[in-house]
């Protein structure tokens, strides 16, 4: 069964949100490589399919 195109959207723009914040969390813990890989996880993960 194909899943739903919004619930799929959503759920990728949730996961992305998360890692966002766990990028975030990095930068304030002086964890500069880590919010940097962190954050660029979360771009690409809000624009995986485009």
Do not use: I, V
Not at 21 to 35: H, K
């Amino acid at each position: 069964m194909k899943p739903d195109p919004l619930a799929e959207g959503r759920r990728w723009l949730l996961q992305a949100e998360h890692d966002l914040d766990d990028a975030r969390y990095a930068e304030a813990g002086a964890r500069y490589s880590l919010a940097c890989f962190l954050a660029r996880l979360a771009g690409t993960t809000s624009n995986w399919e485009s």
